[in-house]
């Protein structure tokens, strides 16, 4: 349920950073978007570091399986949905502040949405390698 409540807020930010870029009638000119060398660095150097992550996107206990699936079905679809509004505008124009990795933009958010994803699935199959 973690990463799907990490999801959820990204979904948020990169909604509300797109948002800001279509009211200032910030276009992007061709889709793409920017990630910083620096946030690369950043995201590289804790690959093998064990981070705590905040109380507010901690899973809750009683959590079934099946819920956590759900959600995160739903959030493909919001980010499916999201997707046209990364394409027309400036992913690039704002930033909002990460926990770990300072200010980023909405294109670095959905950046680092994958590189999340990516290091638990990477955890999971390291404790299901352990049990077999």
Not at 20 to 34: H, L, N, P, Q
Not at 55 to 84: C, G, M, Q, S, Y
Not at 96 to 125: C, M, N, S
Request: net charge negative; aromatic share 6%.
């Amino acid at each position: 349920m973690h990463v799907a409540t990490v999801e959820t807020s990204v979904i948020r930010i990169c909604a509300k950073l797109l948002a800001k870029a279509e009211a200032d009638g910030i276009f992007s000119a061709d889709g793409t978007m920017t990630i910083s060398d620096d946030l690369l660095e950043q995201v590289n150097g804790t690959n093998t570091k064990k981070l705590q992550a905040p109380e507010r996107v901690l899973p809750p206990a009683d959590v079934l399986l099946a819920d956590a699936v759900k959600a995160i079905k739903e959030n493909r679809d919001a980010f499916d949905t999201l997707l046209p509004k990364f394409r027309e505008f400036d992913a690039d124009a704002g930033s909002f502040p990460h926990p770990y990795f300072g200010d980023l933009t909405a294109g670095e958010w959905l950046a680092l949405t994958g590189a999340h994803a990516v290091r638990h699935l990477k955890q999971i199959r390291r404790i299901e390698s352990k049990l077999t």
